[in-house]
């Protein structure tokens, strides 16, 4: 069966400090996607990133930066010099079926509050 | 309009009325999804659309009423529904209805059931 964790239930920081969203997943599949995706206030989700099981190259984009370990099954997710902007509460999902038998599966979210 | 979009944003009902909710996607995608978000709850997949057709169902009561008409337009009639009902109601589409495709969210429906 596929699980996501996502053990912090919230954090809060001060703005222009790093902060580091976890996420620890399992699956049994060989071929599998994990995801992003920030929720703010307003309700809808908004995709971050999507990274296959074969890439485990850390990605950079801006502020964010993704540190993909399949050796701990983590695929962290991390924000540097946080802004206020970025308060929102962040999900982790894993696709663990390349046949698409299997839905996406959230994790519980963590919810991040930037301070100013 | 570009990405997904949903009506009403916010809605309030008795419990006998109905109503129903609107998604629309301007993606050219296949594949259209309800969710259910409760407080404190992971999300919650309740119903899954490929070219029109239904292919996930998870349990869901059948007090809910999904309707496809299109690959585009995604509905979910309401009727009779109960006080823990009340929830965010979030549209999803993606390519084709395979999970590793990228899921593109419209800003949801709160749903308040008195």
């Known amino acids: 069966a596929q699980k996501v964790t996502q053990a912090q239930t919230e954090i809060s920081v001060v703005e222009k400090e790093d902060v580091t969203l976890d996420c620890v997943y399992e699956?049994?599949?060989?071929?599998?996607?994990l995801f992003w995706y920030k929720q703010p206030p307003s309700g809808e989700l908004v995709f971050l990133i999507r990274?296959?099981?074969?890439?485990?190259q850390n990605e950079i984009s801006g502020r964010y930066s993704w540190n993909f370990q399949k050796s701990t099954s983590s695929f962290n997710f991390t924000i540097t010099a946080s802004q206020v902007v970025d308060s929102a509460v962040y999900f982790c999902?894993?696709?663990?079926?390349?046949?698409?038998?299997?839905?996406?599966?959230f994790g519980k979210g963590t919810r991040l509050s930037v301070i100013a | 309009e570009t990405g997904v979009t949903q009506t009403p944003r916010h809605l309030v009902m008795g419990m006998t009325n109905k109503k129903s909710l609107k998604c629309e996607q301007h993606?050219?995608?296949?594949?259209m999804y309800w969710y259910k978000q409760s407080a404190k709850k992971p999300l919650e997949l309740m119903f899954v659309?490929?070219?029109?057709?239904?292919?996930e169902n998870n349990s869901v009561p059948s007090r809910f009423s999904p309707e496809c008409p299109n690959s585009s337009h995604l509905f979910l009639h309401l009727h009779t529904l109960q006080p823990e009902d009340s929830a965010l109601y979030l549209c999803?589409?993606?390519?084709?209805?395979?999970?590793?495709?990228?899921?593109?969210f419209g800003p949801g429906t709160r749903l308040t059931v008195l």
């Open positions: 999803a589409s993606s390519q084709d209805h395979r999970a590793f495709n990228t899921q593109y």
């Open positions: 990274r296959n099981s074969f890439d485990e």
């Open positions: 999902a894993l696709s663990g079926n390349f046949s698409g038998n299997t839905p996406l599966v």
């Open positions: 993606l050219g995608h296949n594949a």
């Open positions: 699956t049994r599949d060989t071929t599998y996607y």
């Open positions: 659309y490929s070219l029109e057709e239904r292919v």
